[in-house]
């Protein structure tokens, strides 16, 4: 089982940037497939970014395509989220997730483990 802490929300101006980073206990970051997730007031969790276990496989929601990359350091048992040129239709509490799973999956409930999340607003 691992724990998830979810860190680096904050208020940004619109073109702005961010950095979230996810940190894991208890078991190591490198046994799982890693995901972000966002949810908007009054909309379903969405969503943003994977990560394959070793890092070497991507993939992105089209809308954050060019502007995010999530990375990865298995040795440090964290994985990050840079988000630049933010806009304020990405304002959302940000959540981190992880699968046991090898494939990249864009659906919440494929993921086994979820972060507190972390308030991202980008105003305009």
């Known amino acids: 089982q691992v724990q998830l802490v979810d860190s680096g929300g904050g208020l940004v101006q619109a073109g702005g940037s961010l950095r979230l980073s996810c940190a894991a206990s208890g078991r190591t970051v490198s046994s799982y497939t890693m995901g972000w997730f966002r949810q908007a007031p009054g909309k379903e969790r969405e969503f943003v970014a994977v990560i394959g276990r070793t890092g070497g496989n991507t993939d992105y929601t089209d809308s954050v395509k060019g502007r995010f990359t999530i990375s990865r350091e298995n040795a440090k048992n964290t994985v990050t989220l840079q988000m630049n040129n933010l806009k304020p239709e990405d304002t959302a509490v940000y959540y981190c997730?992880?699968?046991?799973?090898?494939?990249?999956?864009?659906?919440?409930?494929?993921?086994?483990?979820w972060g507190q999340g972390t308030q991202v607003t980008v105003s305009s």
């Open positions: 997730a992880a699968r046991v799973g090898s494939l990249l999956k864009r659906t919440a409930n494929n993921y086994d483990y």
